[in-house]
């Protein structure tokens, strides 16, 4: 007799489940639900009808990390080649169109004749802010301070502080841009003896930095572009370093990010070879 009440008990509890059925899940039964299919995040009424939508707040507020691997080659004429592997750190914050930015590397830098050097490179603070007259121009500004973690017998013990202006015109895919770069050398004038007994001063000078350039996404996790620059020395009576560049930046996924760099030195003054690969996480 136990044995019956509970099968019974169970056929209607089957039955019972079986007759209620609320496929988009809102609460309720399709048999009653005027609007199907409402989308899960709708608060809807007794009819299955929505009468608000709840979209989940938007966080503007995101960073990222990137570690990079860098090499800068030369083979000049009358001074021994050399060869500087650096590895980077980079911290950026983004708040909508707002900035900041912190980055350093540390440097190994090899010479043919023996000679051999490491330390720290000059460590960077920034913000910048992007400005948008239009879909197609964006205009970005910065500032930023280079702090002197780079220690040399030249008597770069100052802290620089640069200004920037970049310009990005977007066509279809492509787009077309350009660089002004301002850099305030607070550095002091030094006197170098050498080993012989020979002296010589080396004067500081405010440089200026410009680029152009064009750039085209091959696809929605790849862009690429290539620019030509001209930076000015931070010396006295020294020629501007012109390069062509190449740049790569690939997505990876929602989070995950590289991009490569690499420059070509158009004169004497210009390293004959700059490369970088670098590895980020976006959040």
């Given amino acids: 007799m136990k044995k019956i009440l509970l099968l019974a008990m169970s056929g209607l509890l089957a039955s019972s489940l079986m007759a209620y059925s609320d496929s988009d899940m809102d609460g309720v039964d399709d048999a009653h639900d005027k609007c199907p299919n409402t989308p899960l995040m709708d608060l809807v009424d007794i009819n299955g009808c ?39 750190f980079q911290f950026d914050y983004y708040y909508k169109d707002f900035s900041l930015q912190a980055s350093t590397s540390f440097y190994t830098t090899d010479a043919n004749d023996g000679y051999s050097d490491s330390g720290m490179n000059d460590s960077f603070i920034g913000a910048a802010y992007n400005f948008h007259p239009s879909k197609e121009l964006t205009l970005r500004l910065g500032v930023g301070v280079l702090l002197p973690t780079y220690d040399t017998s030249l008597n770069n013990n100052n802290s620089d502080y640069l200004a920037s202006l970049n310009v990005s015109y977007t066509m279809g895919k492509a787009n077309i841009f350009a660089g002004y770069i301002y850099t305030q050398i607070n550095d002091d004038d030094v006197l170098i003896t050498l080993r012989d007994g020979t002296q010589y001063s080396v004067y500081y000078q405010n440089t200026n930095a410009y680029s152009l350039g064009l750039g085209y996404y091959l696809s929605n996790k790849l862009y690429v572009s290539g620019a030509y620059n001209q930076t000015q020395s931070i ?49």
């Fill in 50 to 88: 929505t009468i608000q939508k709840l979209t989940p707040p938007k966080n503007d507020h995101h960073y990222d990390i990137i570690v990079g691997a860098n090499y800068t080659g030369s083979n000049y004429v009358s001074t021994p080649s050399t060869a500087t592997y650096s590895t980077s």
């Fill in 235 to 283: 010396y006295q009576g020294t020629d501007d370093a012109k390069t062509l560049s190449g740049y790569a930046y690939y997505g990876i996924d929602a989070h995950w990010f590289m991009n490569f760099s690499y420059a070509y030195g158009l004169n004497d003054v210009a390293s004959d070879h700059a490369a970088s690969i670098k590895l980020g996480y976006y959040f």
